[in-house]
């Protein structure tokens, strides 16, 4: 009698165990275009039970303990990501892309420029060009520290009163067409905020002080060459000077690894050296195209 009590009260105490535990079944996927995740380990959290993903995305985890509540998914080049453990039914989870933590890019477009005089502009809107590269440093998932290298083109035209050659006396009704085509290498820093959308593409919203250094540039006077913009002619003060700086604002987006965005630059220091007011400074807005390695 004693052996029969001993017997039952194993088969109750099994039978009770194997009711506090379960097997948790699942599917794991990349997000980005649904395709499976093969060998993405899946550990249930608190305990020593683990597996991996079959070629499907599959995974069954065994004997689960009923006190069990998360597991956690880890793959090579992909964020992990912690679930619940569903009461009953299979998990279905979607993976994203893990951000890199250095990413090399590159940029080009064209400005529209229009020097500021003040609180207003006394120049013409024309256009220039830029291009340069970067590095893209991950902070953590939403912001990033992004400075650069450019080449930049600023261009200024408006029109003044005509003097005659060697005095102050201006020539009555007649104006001259002036053009300035400066070059800069420009080092922005920017401080990105990224907004993620559902397939692993990102809105970015920049904003950071930017410097310049002008390489040299043309100015011309109804359209006859006067000279270096940088260096001046025969001992004459330079018209501009060498260092600009200022804030440069900016909104894209990236779609896989293609770039395509907006940015304004505001100067704030004067570049004028003689010949113009002392406010005189770079304003542009940039239409950029680029790539993301």
């Known amino acids: 009698m004693r052996r029969w009590f001993i017997l039952l009260a194993a088969s109750l105490l099994s039978t009770n165990l194997t009711m506090l535990a379960k097997d948790v079944k699942g599917t794991v996927i990349a997000q980005k275009d649904g395709q499976p995740v093969m060998g993405a380990e899946v550990i249930v959290k608190g305990t020593e039970i683990s597996t ?159 410097v310049g250094f002008g390489l040299g540039g043309q100015w011309k006077v109804n359209d006859e060459e006067g000279g270096d913009l940088f260096t001046g002619n025969d001992g004459e003060e330079a018209p501009f000077k060498k260092f600009d700086a200022g804030l440069q604002l900016g909104i894209g987006g990236i779609i896989r690894h293609f770039y395509i965005g907006v940015n304004s630059i505001m100067g704030l220091t004067p570049i004028s050296s003689v010949g113009l007011q002392d406010d005189y400074r770079n304003f542009s807005v940039e239409m950029c195209v680029g790539y993301y390695f």
Not at 63 to 74: E, F, H, L, S, Y
Not at 185 to 199: A, E, G, I, R, S
């Open 52 to 210: 991996v993903t079959d070629v499907d995305g599959r995974f069954i985890l065994e004997d689960v303990p009923d006190d069990a509540k998360k597991i956690q998914i880890i793959s090579i080049g992909l964020q992990s990501r912690t679930e619940r453990i569903p009461e009953e039914g299979e998990l279905l989870v979607k993976m994203k892309r893990e951000e890199k933590v250095v990413t090399p890019f590159v940029k080009a477009g064209v400005a529209f420029t229009r020097a500021q005089i003040g609180e207003s502009s006394a120049t013409k809107t024309c256009v220039g060009y830029t291009a340069g590269v970067g590095v893209s440093f991950a902070l953590s998932h939403f912001i990033s520290i992004t400075p650069s290298v450019t080449l930049s083109q600023k261009p200024s035209e408006w029109k003044e009163q005509g003097y005659f050659p060697g005095t102050n006396e201006p020539i009555y009704g007649e104006e001259m067409n002036v053009r300035n085509e400066p070059l800069y290498l420009t080092v922005p820093v920017m401080f990105d905020l990224k907004l993620w959308t559902k397939n692993s593409n990102k809105v970015i919203i920049s904003a950071g002080p930017y």
